[in-house]
């Protein structure tokens, strides 16, 4: 263990920061300029604004889904209406929100810079990749406006093949042509990390963030096409009857199960790796230290990837897969939870020693780590095979994974956004506004889920339109808290739209952070770096940082 | 479990009273609480050692209390600790949970055995005594219970909170769920796997009763035809007594004894004849075809439900003797459901 001190020497001096003349925004201008673009930090405002736009929509169906269990009977809507409420709000969350939040905006902006490189790898497929999400989300809009779905997003079969007459072939359709956009921007990630680094930018200098998102990239681009194949076999099966599935057929029914939850667990990786690196970069940042043993939480991250594909049965422990198997899966489940679990104490030690201060991303990234850690551990209940048995298909899993996915994933990328805003917009958001925006969201986040999982081990089943009386007490407070936890998340959409004028100038480096996104301008040029640098420090090196004048950047030609 | 039997009535009474908590009404339901309180007790000394940690630190470690950080690369020693330590009590669950699974999946040899079909949105339930119960079950307590369920359309699945038993219903393949249900009263059946529409609806009540009254129950709500007697009456019209006679001159082989026992196939495999294996045989004969006999068994898919291939399956299982192949049964498993009287079926 080495340890030394060092002071901060040049502090920013906000007073006397201007934006600068020219940045990737004004740099081109019109529509056309931003539809036709092959830069990644436009196409990451791009996705920052469809996604937010979903995500929306898909809080729009979980607030009518909350406001229906408010009472036991079936009073707001007939029971196919909410059917399709929450297939719509699981759809739309997941394939349009969680699984290209952090990587389609956040990683699409910093990947290159943090790396030293002038662009990814394929621009021109970085942007088909928003072109197709577009699709997939259109085919979504599409499914909903011609009359919505109701085969829940797993779109278990033989109900979605054999037994629904709703739109399961354009919603199929939309998430085929979404999952290509996600297989395309992990391959862009990966070439781009393999090839495209500074010198001296070696694999262990790499930040966290851009670690994390490698190892959600491999899991895109080995799990997504699985999926699509099982959602092709589906479309398939309900327009020409092929019977993969259909037991009349000799098809096996849980032969879907086990194609579309081989995609679907490792996805739930895809969400949230991400939004572990992002975690990283604030931890550090605002503890002004080098994070907790850099090569384990790295590792952790691909150690996640790894089991992550092998561990997707345990969704199946209750549909007769044989004994033996359920206890392989089982103990796969408990040793991923393992590098969770190291990766909650590196950032914890983190803290140790350091000087800390809380501006919004760290009070989110507190919350993630509280969130993150009910929703883990939650999880481990869910992978213990007697106890799963209980909990499964129950409101417990409702809870867990929201824990997990919203908790988690939800927190991590507002603590990102908050991070990177003034390198995204060069403008800073409205520091106490935001503040308060943390804490009613975590507020509102517990008060949701927390009596869900109460509700579960009472036995509440999930995607339930009316349940019995004794259940009410809890759901009421659910609903209560999903009223909170709305307003936690209009609050930052309205200041952060205000801040992109009235905010203050940000100038370079607000946070006084190491990594090179911090070390040029903000808004950055469309270039990136006028000159490629060179890395001659490891990641989080604060005493560079602080030994670092203005003109002492390494530059070559 | 290990603790005070006092201690864990008033826990759980209070808990239940408190109504964050189901009912223990089963021999399973303290098992799986006690692995339920140990996994919340993990959970809660995890959570509060993380918010220590961050709170501490996050006081100690201040801007104000510390302007200077001191850099740290990390601590093997430190890592190893909280990677050992963690994955120690994720092993001791999955143990913990994999007896329990045993101990919730594998039904006790003297279990009696009901029929549940699931079907879009009701259960039904056919005991072997005949009766027929839609989203009911009634079962006496004390006595091990063994549910042989598939579904006639979708995914479904069968809950029992109380009991705390859950087990997906298939389409095309039989699954199993036991318990021996400990206070009478009436508890929840809930559908748990999403199966369309009426999904929500899809609820249940099963009554748990004293074996007097479950008694009084099963003479009060019979149809006077068991199960074994509905299956010999369809396998006489289905033609399936030409072949399956039992002479030495019969083109199919003798059905008599078959079940629980091994069966050679033409194409060389042995396989163990279930539930299972003959509701397959009759839907898929083509590809289950005995070793010495023609493959030129039609196939009845399409052509029975899944109650008729109950049906049969239950005559077929009690079908013991050469002689009862002419002759309704008492059944051997279950004495307590079935009549025991002679038939008088006539095809």
Request: aromatic fraction near 14%; charge should be neutral; include cysteine.
């Amino acid at each position: 263990m080495s340890a030394s001190t060092y002071t901060i020497v040049n502090l920013p001096d906000q007073a006397t920061a201007t934006m600068p003349k020219r940045h990737y925004i004004n740099n081109e201008h019109g529509l056309l300029s931003w539809l036709f673009t092959a830069d990644h930090k436009r196409i990451a405002m791009l996705y920052l604004m469809s996604i937010t736009f979903f995500f929306f929509i898909g809080g729009a169906f979980a607030g009518l889904i909350r406001l229906e269990l408010l009472t036991p009977q079936p009073d707001l809507v007939a029971s196919d209406t909410y059917n399709k409420f929450f297939t719509m709000h699981g759809i739309v969350m997941i394939f349009l929100f969680l699984v290209p939040s952090v990587p389609a905006t956040l990683g699409n902006f910093l990947i290159p810079i943090m790396l030293g490189a002038k662009d990814l790898a394929f621009p021109k497929i970085n942007l088909l990749s928003w072109y197709l999400y577009m699709a997939g989300g259109m085919f979504t809009l599409a499914a909903l406006v011609l009359g919505g779905v109701d085969t829940g997003w797993t779109f278990t079969t033989p109900l979605s093949t054999h037994y629904l007459n709703t739109h399961v072939v354009t919603a199929a359709t939309a998430i085929f042509i979404a999952g290509f956009s996600s297989i395309f921007t992990g391959l862009n990630f990966i070439v781009t990390i393999h090839r495209m680094r500074a010198p001296g930018m070696t694999w262990f200098r790499m930040p966290l963030f851009v670690w994390a998102n490698y190892a959600a990239s491999v899991l895109m681009v080995l799990g997504t096409p699985v999926l699509a194949i099982a959602i092709v076999l589906v479309a398939l099966e309900r327009l020409i009857g092929i019977g993969v599935f259909d037991p009349t057929k000799g098809g096996d029914p849980l032969l879907f199960q086990h194609l579309f939850w081989f995609y679907s667990h490792p996805a739930v990786y895809i969400m949230i790796l991400p939004g572990m690196g992002v975690i990283s970069e604030v931890i550090s940042t605002f503890s002004r230290k080098r994070v907790f043993g850099y090569t384990a939480v790295a590792f952790s991250s691909v150690a996640i990837a790894v089991f992550g594909f092998f561990v997707w049965a345990h969704h199946m422990f209750i549909m007769g897969v044989s004994n033996y198997s359920a206890l392989v899966f089982s103990l796969l489940t408990m040793l991923v939870a393992v590098p969770s679990a190291i990766k909650i104490f590196n950032w914890a030690f983190t803290l140790q020693k350091g000087s800390i201060t809380f501006e919004t991303p760290m009070l989110y990234a507190f919350g993630f780590m509280g969130l993150f850690t009910i929703g883990g551990l939650t999880g481990v209940f869910l992978g213990s095979l007697g106890m799963d048995i209980h909990l499964t298909e129950t409101y417990f899993i409702v809870a867990h994974f929201h824990f997990v996915m919203v908790g988690g994933m939800l927190m991590a990328f507002l603590a990102g956004i908050h991070f990177w805003w003034p390198k995204m917009t060069g403008r800073m958001y409205p520091e106490s506004m935001s503040k308060l925006a943390a804490v009613v969201t975590f507020i509102g986040f517990n008060l949701t889920f927390l009596p869900q999982f109460i509700l579960g081990y009472l036995g509440m089943p999930r995607r339930y339109h009316a349940y019995p009386q004794e259940y009410q007490v809890l759901n009421v407070l659910s609903t209560a808290g999903a009223t909170v936890l709305g307003v936690g998340y209009l609050l930052p959409m309205l200041y952060l739209a205000w801040s992109l004028k009235y905010g203050e100038i940000a100038g370079d480096n607000p946070w006084q952070a190491t990594g090179l996104e911090w070390q040029i301008q903000s808004p950055p040029l469309t270039e990136n770096f006028t000159e490629i640098p060179v890395v001659d420090y490891e990641a989080y090196d604060y005493e560079w940082l602080a030994n670092k004048t203005e003109h002492e950047v390494t530059t070559v030609g | 479990m290990h603790i005070s039997p006092v201690l864990w009535q008033f826990l759980t009474k209070w808990l239940a009273a408190s109504a964050l908590f189901p009912a223990e009404a089963s021999t399973i339901a303290p098992y799986t609480d006690a692995l339920y309180f140990f996994l919340i007790g993990m959970t809660i000394v995890g959570l509060i050692l993380v918010g220590v940690l961050l709170f501490g630190f996050s006081i100690r470690y201040s801007r104000k209390n510390n302007p200077v950080a001191t850099q740290v690369e990390g601590s093997t020693l430190l890592e190893a600790t909280w990677t050992i330590i963690p994955l120690a009590i994720f092993l001791v669950t999955f143990v913990w949970g994999a007896l329990l699974y045993f101990r919730i999946f594998n039904p006790p040899t003297n279990a009696m055995n009901i029929y549940v079909v699931g079907k879009q949105w009701m259960w039904k339930a056919e005991h072997p005594g005949g009766q027929h119960e839609i989203n009911a079950l009634h079962v006496p307590i004390g006595r091990p219970v063994q549910l042989t369920m598939i579904s006639q359309d979708v995914f479904h699945s069968f809950s029992v909170p109380d009991f705390r038993v859950k087990r997906e219903v298939i389409p095309g393949r039989y699954t199993t769920v036991w318990f021996n249900a400990t206070t009478p009263g009436t508890y929840h059946i809930f559908c748990t796997q999403y199966c369309g529409t009426k999904h929500s609806e899809m609820i249940g009540e099963v009554t748990a009763l004293s074996p007097e009254d479950y008694e009084k129950w099963t003479k009060d709500s019979t149809s006077g035809m068991s199960l074994a007697q509905n299956g010999e009456r369809l396998f006489a019209s289905m033609g399936c007594n030409q072949c399956h006679s039992g002479n030495a001159a019969s083109r199919g082989p003798n059905l008599a004894g078959v079940y629980g026992s091994k069966l050679q196939l033409t194409n060389g495999s042995q396989v163990l004849v279930n539930d299972a294996y003959l509701r397959d045989a009759i839907l898929n004969p083509s590809q289950h075809v005995t070793a010495g006999y023609q493959p030129i068994m039609p196939t009845y898919q399409g052509q029975i439900s899944e109650d008729g291939l109950i049906d049969l399956v239950e005559y077929i299982k009690n079908l013991n003797s050469n002689y009862r192949v002419q002759q309704t049964l008492g059944t051997s498993q279950s004495d307590l459901a079935a009549p025991t009287t002679p038939g008088m079926v006539k095809p």
